[in-house]
């Protein structure tokens, strides 16, 4: 069975810095491209990252560009996000999420790990 | 960026009635890599329909996708209580992967 538990999530200052983790089980990480997708309260979901299999090629959200930075170690099966310059805006749900098959398809999500940005 | 806008925004109907959502891309999307997910409270979302008609796993048959380039449908034939939750369409396509705004469908 695919499992993604994400952690890491917690009340954080604006300006500051949290990194998010993803421990995955029931598959092997390699072999799946990766994402991370949040949902700010009450609102809809928003793409933040993605990392293909072997890390050459990621791609970020304009929204978190030059401030996250997604990576995964496959012989640990965990993705990371490392989020600096935390703004009020980045308060959300992060979600880890894994490929369907091949490709960019989303096809199964974490439980979501909750991250708070507040003075 | 693909904008995706979905309507209804919410949907009010009974159980046993047919539902049907709608997503419209501000472009084409290639290939109708274009995918449905159901997300129920305090629950992460899961995969419904991909590639515009294509069921997931597990997916029941009451569920159904349509539509290709800029207009998707999501139909559920006949709703369950189960069923009772918001709808999201997806482009993956292209970089950035975006969402539509979701659909509510609640109970009448």
């Known amino acids: 069975e695919v499992q993604l538990v994400e952690s890491g999530g917690v009340l954080v200052q604006p300006g500051g810095s949290l990194r998010l983790s993803c421990a995955a089980s029931?598959?092997?990480?390699?072999?799946?491209?990766m994402n991370w997708v949040r949902q700010a309260p009450g609102k809809g979901l928003e793409w933040v990252s993605y990392?293909?299999?072997?890390?050459?090629?990621?791609y970020y959200a304009d929204s978190v560009k030059g401030r996250f930075t997604i990576s995964r170690d496959n012989a640990k099966n965990s993705l990371y996000l490392q989020m600096n310059s935390l703004r009020d805006e980045d308060t959300a749900v992060y979600y880890c999420?894994?490929?369907?098959?091949?490709?960019?398809?989303?096809?199964?999500w974490g439980q979501g790990t909750l991250v708070t940005v507040s003075s | 960026e693909i904008v995706l806008t979905q309507s209804p925004g919410t949907l009010s109907l009974s159980p046993g009635e047919r539902a049907t959502l709608s997503c419209r891309a501000s472009?084409?999307?290639?290939?109708?890599?274009l995918a449905w997910y159901q997300q129920r409270p305090g629950q992460a979302p899961r995969l419904l329909i991909y590639?515009?008609?294509s069921r997931a796993t597990d997916i029941a048959g009451r569920f159904s996708g349509s539509g290709s380039g800029t207009d998707f449908t999501l139909t559920i034939s006949r709703l369950e209580p189960e069923d009772f939750a918001v709808y999201y369409c997806?482009?993956?396509?292209?970089?950035?992967?975006?969402f539509g705004g979701g659909t509510k469908v609640e109970i009448k």
């Open positions: 472009q084409s999307v290639s290939s109708n890599y």
């Open positions: 999420a894994r490929a369907y098959s091949g490709g960019w398809l989303i096809g199964y």
């Open positions: 590639g515009a008609s």
């Open positions: 990392i293909n299999t072997d890390s050459t090629t990621v």
């Open positions: 997806h482009q993956y396509a292209s970089s950035p992967l975006t």
């Open positions: 029931g598959f092997s990480l390699s072999t799946y491209n």
